[in-house]
T-cell receptor, first 112, second 111 residues
Framework: NAGVTQTPKFQVLKTGQSMTLQCAQD?????MSWYRQDPGMGLRLIHY???????DQGEVPNGYNVSRSTTEDFPLRLLSAAPSQTSVYFC???????????FGQGTRLTVV | GIQVEQSPPDLILQEGANSTLRCNFS?????LQWFHQNPWGQLINLFY???GTKQNGRLSATTVATERYSLLYISSSQTTDSGVYFC?????????????FGTGTRLQVFP
């Protein structure tokens, strides 16, 4: 039982490049979400999904796209990376409703 | 949206000391979790505690939902307790499923 798995753990991009951060969970959770964490700050919600085929925007969605074709996977896409997207990204999953959320180990992204 | 405030922002302790971290929130919640982010950046679930009191070893937590606050107690602190402690809440509204984080309390425990 791996829980929430994020890949890669580290990534350096040049401005304007695109990439996809992968997130997979094996707990059959309906709800998945992406957060970013900047120095000295808490986590801020980027996008979330309540099930396959359903996604919605969080607090800071600009510059990011998501899709949810399966229950297990919730990739986060950066179409044209900018230095302002340098951050640590966390993926989380939980059952629908007020239940405990579980987080992946994070992806540290640097855009130069 | 709901506001989550944590205090103190920074805390420095000597090994063996006790501490209390506080989380205030501005609206009714149906979900509250405490996390520890270790020096390697990993987020570790400590407590899922929308109300009441729970204990796990040297750590315990209490949430008083009617007064909109939660407390995390750390007793006999150890150097391995160092890191950032986050409180995260979900507003008490039908199916919002959005965990909102406070800005954290940074704890440093020295031997």
């Amino acid at each position: 039982n791996a829980g929430v798995t994020q890949t890669p753990k580290f990534q350096v991009l040049k401005t304007g490049q695109s990439m996809t951060l992968q997130c997979a969970q094996d707990m059959n959770h309906e709800y998945m979400s992406w957060y970013r964490q900047d120095p000295g700050m808490g986590l801020r919600l980027i996008h979330y999904s309540v099930g396959a085929g359903i996604t919605d925007q969080g607090e800071v969605p600009n510059g990011y796209n998501v899709s949810r074709s399966t229950t297990e996977d919730f990739p986060l896409r950066l179409l044209s990376a900018a230095p302002s997207q340098t951050s640590v990204y966390f993926c989380a999953s939980s059952y629908i409703g007020a239940t405990e959320a579980f987080f992946g180990q994070g992806t540290r992204l640097t855009v130069v | 949206g709901i506001q989550v405030e944590q205090s103190p922002p920074d805390l420095i302790l000597q090994e063996g000391a006790n501490s209390t971290l506080r989380c205030n929130f501005s609206d009714s919640v149906n979900n509250l979790q405490w996390f520890h982010q270790n020096p390697w950046g990993q987020l570790i679930n400590l407590f899922y505690i929308p109300s009441g009191t729970k204990q796990n070893g040297r750590l315990s937590a209490t949430t008083v939902a009617t007064e909109r606050y939660s407390l995390l107690y750390i007793s006999s602190s150890q150097t391995t307790d160092s890191g950032v402690y986050f409180c995260a809440v979900e507003r008490d509204s039908y199916n919002t499923d959005k965990l909102i984080f406070g800005t954290g309390t940074r704890l440093q425990v020295f031997p």
